[in-house]
């Protein structure tokens, strides 16, 4: 207990919030919305222990929270999925909990309401598609299941992107001055920002998680097709995430040779060979 409680932090937007609320005496809804997060991503985080993933920490927001781990995207679909899923589903219980206890009596009217309003808001949220919400995350996963990861990752981001700015938009027009929301564009923008920024350091995690084995069993075999002259990176850049590949390489519209997707990997991280073409990894006869 003390180890999960130890890479759990509360984000400088969250305090601010906490601040806020103990200046107006809004504690109590403060508390109801700082509950419902704690049990989301409970709900990520025992999914992921549950499936042996590696969690690094739980980062708690106003709005919800963000559970890091160390897979970058090398596990199977269907496990990142419940892994997502798991969050979304607390919020379910949470809603029949409260409504037996108002039922009993134990919750008075005014408070289930607002823990209603909350437990929906933070749920309705969360599912939005902008990355790394678990609606976005969810976004990524469908991309993934289609195009190469890379691809997938930049497409997420650039969806994300085109959403949040209309729902800012949509904001100012209509809530110009509802600053909880606008620090929550501020923080979705800076957080997709940073991520575009990183995708070429999350594309080589993925791959190198690749290299080292630590990853699901392959959802499906996809052969890849490449001239003899294609750098190594590039047909790298063509991995997707649950398949296994195995790569054809050609001269002329000839084929060549093939290569493993581990001779690639090997060539490009043992064996340093970054600049390296297909043809100089095919065996000499």
Same mark, same amino acid.
């Given at each position: 207990?003390? =180890?999960?409680?130890?890479? !759990?932090? $509360?984000?400088?937007?969250?305090?601010? *919030?906490?601040? *806020?609320?103990?200046?107006?005496?809004? @504690?109590?809804?403060?508390?109801?919305?700082?509950?419902?997060?704690? !049990?989301?991503?409970?709900?990520?985080?025992?999914?992921?222990?549950?499936?042996?993933?590696?969690?690094?920490?739980?980062?708690?927001?106003?709005?919800?929270?963000?559970? +890091?781990?160390?897979?970058?995207?090398?596990?199977?679909?269907? +496990?990142?999925?419940?892994? *997502?899923?798991?969050?979304?589903?607390?919020?379910?219980?949470?809603?029949?909990?409260?409504?037996?206890?108002?039922?009993?009596?134990?919750?008075?009217?005014?408070? #289930?309401?607002?823990?209603?309003?909350?437990?929906?808001?933070?749920?309705?949220?969360?599912?939005?598609?902008v990355y790394p919400l678990d609606g976005g995350k969810l976004l990524m996963l469908l991309f993934s299941a289609a195009k190469p990861f890379l691809s997938a990752f930049r497409l997420v981001i650039l969806c994300s992107a085109c959403l949040l700015f209309c729902l800012q938009m949509t904001v100012f027009f209509f809530f110009p001055f509802h600053l909880q929301a606008w620090a929550l564009f501020f923080y979705l923008g800076w957080t997709l920002w940073r991520a575009w920024k990183e995708k070429r350091y999350a594309f080589m995690r993925f791959l190198l998680e690749r290299h080292y084995g630590n990853k699901g069993a392959a959802g499906f075999l996809k052969p890849l097709t490449a001239p003899s002259e294609e750098p190594v990176m590039n047909v790298l850049e063509r991995f997707q995430r649950n398949a296994?590949? $195995?790569?054809?390489?050609?001269?002329?519209?000839? =084929?060549?040779?093939?290569?493993? +997707?581990?001779?690639?990997?090997?060539? #490009? @991280?043992?064996?340093?060979?970054t600049d390296s073409r297909l043809k100089d990894l095919l065996p000499v006869d």
């Open positions: 207990m003390n =180890k999960w409680m130890k890479n !759990v932090h $509360i984000h400088p937007l969250l305090w601010g *919030v906490i601040g *806020v609320c103990l200046l107006t005496g809004t @504690f109590l809804p403060l508390l109801l919305a700082f509950t419902v997060i704690v !049990v989301h991503e409970s709900g990520h985080v025992l999914a992921a222990h549950a499936l042996g993933w590696r969690v690094k920490k739980v980062v708690l927001l106003p709005f919800g929270g963000v559970a +890091e781990v160390d897979e970058h995207g090398n596990r199977p679909l269907r +496990e990142e999925l419940l892994v *997502v899923l798991a969050g979304p589903l607390q919020h379910l219980w949470l809603f029949a909990a409260a409504w037996l206890a108002h039922e009993g009596g134990i919750l008075s009217s005014g408070l #289930y309401e607002s823990f209603w309003d909350i437990n929906m808001a933070i749920l309705l949220f969360n599912l939005l598609p296994k590949h $195995i790569v054809y390489v050609t001269e002329g519209g000839k =084929k060549q040779g093939r290569l493993d +997707e581990n001779e690639l990997l090997y060539a #490009y @991280f043992s064996e340093k060979k």
